[in-house]
């Protein structure tokens, strides 16, 4: 039997809108070599990828792909590049071992095929955890059977996949989808699908009560050592209003509820009874802070402390290090070089030719990351340009992308005059220099991955010394980033929580003994102490007047040699203090709870993608009810996941997104505004008449583009100037 192998190279990405089919396009691309090094007649054709393989191979015919050639013996061999690695690497009973190749040669081939073999096992043993998970069970007459899986020799036809209802092709790396198919699968043959009404009441119950009870251990977390209730409003394209209730412990974050306000306006009152009734519910003893994001109407729901004076309420701190970033991209040295940056990416991927011919050089990488929010991604995408410094400076003096019609035009010419202008390159790396340290923080409070607010205001205070060092400590220099920094930072977060979060993490106080004299920290502590134990002086008079000393002074249990491991960032503050704490009770339990809170609600703000994803124009018509328990189960269960992930250290990096919607800037102009998260701050607009709901509002445009668009994008025609350009020489 003759069996036809198709290979797709891994920078090929299928058209968003061909009706299901895909447009296989093969790239060939010529090896450049120096001149004199080797003869024309090495000069072949070579497959478009970044195997290692290719350095010591090339393809004797174009035509056929399996037919290679090693460049140390000469040796024609088949069985494409995997065969040739064989050969290099002298593994495999079915090729011919090197003689001629060096060591080096030899290493990296072996290396390859050991990568290539890992991936393949990991990938295997996963798919075979995936199908264990799966337990089918047929009900009949309320009675379980266990099916029988029969397997069958009888060829199987795919069925016309272009007609079945849209799915987008992604949803085969889902895992869940993968589940679902093997669950169908071991059923067999006569599955009657679910009805209209089974989907939207029975099963839907039975998931929803499914996932309460997997959220058991965050109760008992809640219990133990307390719990963030965390708020944001939402607007579905109904434009109606939702307002957003979760949790947050040390185990993460869950959605509680969601609560239609279309009907009212964001008034302190209403978002004030909203939390009021969520903290009853969770347990007055179990919440600890309420965090929202910095808009007036939230902020001035502190009607909440006159009830619940034990109670914190604090900023959102990854919504305020967006403001820091916000605000400082917008001073002119920055913002020139973010537009500067912008002209280059929005005409290489507005243009076939030149986007095909920056893959072509990059190895089919991209330079554009789209992050979880704008000023996210405008710090993943100059990150790659600096990276590919070389590579993007390659490309615009080499004759291919001299040929090319697009680069003649007026914005051709900007975005070649960009890459080659040193002082662009200088601005790029300074505004790494001053962003890094503050995406390290949101990083940081955005990842939901350990509670930050033992570790908030120590990295901020870092951070700043860090873009201090950025413009060698030169005060005139460095003086605008600090004050917009403390500026946003002020009353949101450097709160007495804040501030005593910093001084109970030995991780800060341990190495700098000095906290403990700091008078504004030490005010900050003696006000908080002053809310956890409101209205119980005897509590109070424990913490502030005889334990924070046994402390500061490592006195008993804080003076243990394993006390140190509080020097290393990665451990777990809280644990430590109820391990080394148990001399100092009050403190401890202030302590503890303090340094498993959360300090963003970023948590809550991520459920507008799930809502979003639910309340599509065909689905628009779900009461709030069922679209809260869909939304309910299906953030829920991410969070599962995502905690699964954690423990088997598979989260890449927080700042990443799937979405280019935050990433549109770099697409086309005026992109910005497609952003779906307006960062807007109250206390720069008190001028402008804008009201709540506007502030809180959801945005999308009607055009999000994709980085992979496989039809013609080209931007507006322009003029072209046919005269030799002689001013475009590389430095």
């Not at 120096?34 to 035509?63: C, F, H, I, M, Q």
């Not at 899986?149 to 949803?171: A, M, Q, R, Y």
């Not at 309460?212 to 209730?229: F, I, P, R, T, Y």
């Not at 013609?712 to 002689?726: K, L, M, N």
């Amino acid at each position: 039997m003759k069996v036809t192998r198709i290979t797709i190279p891994h920078n090929m990405a299928p058209s968003q809108e061909l009706n299901g089919r895909l447009n296989l396009k093969w790239r060939m691309s010529t090896t450049e070599v120096e001149p004199g090094t080797v003869t024309e007649e090495a000069n072949v054709l070579r497959r478009n990828s970044d195997d290692v393989g290719w350095k010591y191979g090339v393809l004797v015919d174009p035509n056929n792909k399996d037919k290679v050639k090693c460049k140390f013996c000469d040796k024609v061999m088949q069985g494409g590049i995997y065969r040739l690695k064989q050969h290099m690497a002298n593994t495999g009973k079915n090729a011919t071992k090197c003689r001629d190749n060096t060591q080096e040669a030899k290493d990296n081939c072996k290396k390859s095929q050991d990568e290539a073999k890992r991936k393949r096992e990991e990938k295997t043993v996963r798919e075979l955890e995936l199908r264990e998970e799966v337990n089918v069970s047929r009900v009949r007459n309320g009675e379980s059977e266990e099916v029988t899986c029969v397997g069958s020799s009888e060829p199987h036809k795919l069925g016309p996949i272009d007609k079945w209802t849209p799915i987008p092709f992604n949803v085969c790396d889902n895992d869940e989808f993968k589940q679902m198919c093997e669950a169908i699968g071991q059923f067999g043959a006569g599955l009657e699908p679910p009805s209209h009404y089974d989907l939207r009441e029975r099963l839907l119950e039975e998931e929803y009560a499914r996932t309460k009870s997997l959220l058991q251990e965050h109760k008992a977390e809640k219990v133990k050592n307390g719990c963030s209730v965390m708020t944001d409003a939402w607007s579905d394209r109904k434009r109606r209003s939702i307002m957003n209730l979760c949790t947050n412990c040390a185990d993460g974050s869950s959605f509680i509820s969601s609560k239609e306000m279309s009907d009212v306006s964001h008034t302190s009152e209403v978002i004030f009874e909203l939390v009021d009734k969520a903290t009853e519910d969770i347990g007055l003893d179990n919440v600890v802070q309420v965090v929202t994001d910095n808009a007036s109407n939230n902020m001035g729901a502190k009607l909440l402390l006159e009830k619940r004076p034990n109670i914190f309420w604090t900023s959102c701190a990854t919504h305020t290090i967006n403001l820091m970033l916000q605000g400082i991209g917008n001073m002119p040295r920055f913002k020139k070089v973010i537009d500067q940056a912008k002209v280059f990416t929005i005409f290489v991927y507005g243009h076939t030719r030149t986007l095909e011919c920056l893959r072509h050089f990059t190895e089919g990488k991209e330079i554009i990351s789209p992050g979880v929010t704008r000023f996210a991604s405008v710090f993943l995408t100059l990150n790659n340009i600096l990276e590919k410094k070389d590579q993007l400076r390659k490309i615009v003096v080499h004759s291919r992308w001299d040929t090319l019609k697009d680069v003649k035009s007026k914005k051709g010419k900007d975005a070649t005059t960009t890459i080659l202008s040193p002082t662009f390159w200088k601005d790029v790396k300074l505004c790494l220099s001053v962003f890094e340290p503050l995406v390290k923080v949101l990083r940081l409070v955005d990842g939901d991955v350990k509670p930050s607010m033992g570790f908030l205001y120590g990295e901020l205070l870092k951070a700043k010394r860090e873009i201090k060092e950025a413009y060698g400590n030169v005060e005139s220099r460095y003086k605008d980033v600090i004050a917009t920094i403390e500026k946003k930072m002020k009353g949101r977060l450097d709160s007495p929580l804040h501030l005593t979060a910093y001084l109970l993490n030995p991780y800060y106080s341990y190495g700098n003994p000095s906290i403990f004299e700091d008078a504004t920290i030490t005010e900050g502590f003696i006000s908080c102490v002053e809310t956890f134990y409101h209205h119980d002086e005897d509590k109070q008079d424990q913490p502030v007047n005889i334990e924070l000393k046994k402390f500061q002074n490592r006195e008993g249990p804080f003076n243990k040699k394993l006390a140190k491991i509080c020097e290393k960032i990665d451990y777990n503050p809280a644990s430590w203090r109820r391990l080394y704490g148990t001399e100092t009770p009050a403190l401890q339990k202030m302590a503890t709870r303090i340094l498993s809170l959360t300090s963003s609600s970023s948590g809550c703000e991520r459920n507008w993608s799930t809502f979003e994803m639910n309340h599509t124009k065909k689905r628009n018509r779900l009461t709030t009810t069922r679209l809260n328990k869909l939304v309910f189960i299906q953030f829920n269960n991410k969070l599962i996941n995502k905690k699964e992930k954690i423990k088997s250290k598979k989260i890449s990096d927080v700042l990443l997104s799937n979405d280019t919607t935050e990433a549109q800037g770099f697409l086309y102009e005026d992109g910005d505004d497609c952003a779906l998260v307006v960062y807007r701050d109250e206390e720069d607009e008190m001028e402008d008449a804008m009201g709540a709901e506007e502030q809180l509002e959801l945005r999308r445009s009607a055009r999000v583009r994709q980085l992979y668009e496989g039809e013609e994008f080209d931007s507006e025609e322009e003029e072209f100037d046919e005269v030799e350009d002689d001013y475009l020489e590389p430095y």
